[in-house]
């Protein structure tokens, strides 16, 4: 059995079946797609809301140097890029990272590697439908028309925001206020969330709270994917030059309004602030990827791939980097941390015509990067369902539209659905964490055929550089750094030092008797107003680094809701202590096996990436491949078409 798990799929035998079809059904998909298509929809993907939104939130973090964390980003994905690049030109039909774990590792991890890019363009579909609704319902309510009488068309909240948002606000901010805070001092989210909650209809003491545009425009960019990869190509393309247009005017009109004294200092909170946004950034260029599940509908795949991949993530990158030293320059990056960072600007010069333009922009952006992601869950559907992994069904082509019709219908609905009631920062992180995932095994891949005769290679190939001259120093210098540099957060790192909770979540983890001994240890401080309401939350949140944990180390609450020690600390370290285990394997396998450097960069800067995401993150993305596993025991191993062959009981 176990042989059996890993049996694997040959170049040659995936491309005979592309070339005499798949059997099952009698149409196949419109080759239509070039170099110019390919790279529009690269780009359709990785500009949306990067740019229109998380680059403010960055900004403020790490200020005008958060475009070394762009750099640092597109480099990475740049290497995982090469991996696809030559996977695409050497397997060019659908199935991206599926397919090419297929013919590198064999059936198991092609499956899983499977069920996770599910789990990614599903994830990624949801995130940007809600964030899609969050533009467009700001758009509506800036609307005036004075000679209609309209002033702003307002979405209720409760039929803007997903349910479990406006759940979680009403309790935060219940919280808060229990704590001293006003209703009018709560942050923007929380008091928006809350007010949902509360002026929600009910039936049954039940909330009705659903993002009804989200559902709309899923529904809408769904049908449009139905239709053909022609009029998806071309919706594509348009959005495209929209946004392209917009983004240089901003620069254009942007750049007279620079400041260079706002870049002084360049990096306020060092190499730490830069990196506080590595998640972030990163979810703003996952979707490249999605180009390499269109091979077959490209004229010359092999040619054409690499070329869009790299296209698409060098203009982005030049794009992302302007934009950030021009928002910095013309405001102090501190004040960037809002939802809509380019409007907002040039509010701050009083160029309202431009926050209009851009408002209007942001929306035709997010649809475009929906649009790539809704085209590329079905066709890694179809390629798992032509292996037999998956029902028949899924592999159907419409006859007159050369679409996967059905695996299209299902993916509207298993994005539609979620998208009425998830929380936006956990489908973000576990759509990274999917597609991390996918960048490792595929550059893993690569390293893995890059010495294997047998195999049939296309006409991109990455330039070989060996990695056994480079790597040892890279960690030796990287254990220099850390001992010296850094040695303080090394130490607490490795020794697992108690960490000091925030005041947020310290404040809102107390019961009634614990808040009001805290207010009373407030009181009794000299700064404090006496007879004036105390607000535990802001006070404590004021307070310096120092301070902060000298009240903590007084207070009179229990030592296990102050501090967070032992192994509940030790849980969230579980992914970088991989990461290191990782590093000190894959230096040895690259001193004993001459292995390729630029996979071998791609493996461990992904890797790296997704052992910074936060432990729940891992426990979700495990509980997914579990229920994939599952899947794949009772369906997937006993139909996979593969096994029938070798067993001889495929009839053709």
């Known amino acids: ?340 960072p380019l409007a907002y600007v040039f509010d701050q010069i009083d160029l309202k015509l431009m926050s209009g333009i851009i408002a209007v922009s942001a929306v035709f952006a997010m649809a475009s990067v929906l649009l790539v992601f809704q085209m590329g869950q079905p066709r890694i559907w179809m390629s798992m369902s032509r292996d037999g992994l998956l029902p028949k069904s899924f592999s159907k082509i419409h006859p007159k539209y050369k679409t996967p019709s059905f695996s299209t219908v299902v993916v509207g609905f298993v994005v539609a659905v979620p998208s009425l009631f998830l929380n936006l920062t956990t489908v973000t992180d576990l759509c990274s964490i999917g597609t991390l995932f996918a960048f490792v095994l595929v550059c893993a891949g690569v390293l893995v055929l890059q010495n294997r005769p047998d195999v049939q290679r296309g006409k991109f190939k990455i330039p070989y550089v060996n990695a056994k001259f480079i790597i040892p120093v890279l960690l030796a210098g990287g254990l220099i750094l850390a001992f010296t540099q850094f040695k303080a957060e090394t130490t607490a790192f490795l020794t697992n030092q108690a960490k000091v909770i925030s005041p947020t979540k310290f404040v809102t983890s107390l019961n009634a008797e614990e808040l009001q001994t805290v207010k009373n240890e407030i009181a009794e401080s000299p700064v404090v107003l006496q007879g004036k309401q105390i607000d535990a939350e802001a006070y404590l949140s004021n307070l310096k680094t120092e301070q902060y944990e000298g009240f903590m180390s007084k207070s009179s609450i229990s030592k296990d809701k102050k501090y967070e020690s032992g192994w509940h600390l030790f849980k969230h370290k579980i992914p970088m202590w991989i990461f290191m285990i990782i590093c000190v394997i894959i230096t040895y396998l690259s001193i004993a096996k001459n292995l390729s450097l630029i996979p071998v960069l791609g493996l461990l800067s992904c890797l790296y990436m997704m052992c910074e995401l936060d432990l729940s993150n891992w426990i979700g993305f495990s509980i997914w491949l579990v229920v994939g596993l599952v899947i794949y025991f009772f369906y997937g191993y006993r139909n996979s078409k593969l096994s029938k062959e070798e067993n001889g009981a495929l009839v053709h």
Request: hydrophobic residues 50%; neutral net charge.
């Open 1 to 340: 059995m176990l042989k059996n798990l890993f049996r694997k799929k040959s170049v040659s035998k995936i491309l005979a079946d592309a070339a005499k079809g798949y059997g099952d059904h009698e149409a196949s998909l419109h080759k239509t797609l070039g170099v110019r298509d390919l790279t529009a929809f690269g780009i359709a993907a990785i500009i949306g809301a990067g740019i229109f939104s998380t680059i403010g939130k960055a900004s403020a973090d790490g200020g005008p140097a958060v475009i070394f964390l762009f750099i640092f980003t597109a480099i990475a994905c740049s290497f995982a890029a090469f991996a696809y690049a030559e996977f695409a030109s050497m397997v060019p039909v659908s199935g991206s990272a599926y397919t090419y774990s297929y013919v590198a590792f064999g059936e198991l991890v092609a499956w899983i590697i499977g069920w996770s890019l599910i789990m990614e363009y599903a994830i990624g579909n949801i995130t940007v439908a809600i964030s899609w609704s969050d533009y467009f319902t700001g758009l509506l309510s800036s609307i005036k028309i004075p000679a209609l009488g309209i002033n702003g068309i307002h979405v209720p909240d409760w039929a803007s925001m997903d349910y479990l948002s406006a759940y979680n606000g009403h309790k935060h901010a219940e919280a808060l206020v229990n704590a001293g805070k006003s209703i009018a001092d709560l942050d923007d989210a929380t008091r928006l969330a809350s007010n949902a909650w509360n002026t929600a209809p009910q039936i049954g003491g039940f909330h009705i709270v659903a993002d009804i545009p989200a559902l709309a425009i899923i529904i809408l960019i769904t049908w449009l994917v139905y239709r053909g990869m022609k009029e998806s190509r071309n919706a594509s393309n348009a959005m495209v030059v929209v946004k392209l247009a917009v983004i240089l005017l901003v620069l254009a009109v942007g750049i007279f309004y620079v400041d260079t004294s706002n870049w002084n200092p360049f990096a306020p909170n060092g190499m730490s602030g830069v990196l506080k946004g590595v998640s972030a950034v990163f979810f703003a260029y996952i979707g490249f990827d999605a180009i390499s599940t269109t091979a077959e509908e490209c004229k010359n795949p092999q040619r054409d791939l690499p070329r869009g991949m790299m296209w698409a993530i060098i203009i982005c990158t030049t794009l992302y980097i302007a934009i950030a030293l021009v928002l910095t320059g013309i405001v102090k990056y501190n004040t960037l941390a809002v939802g809509d």
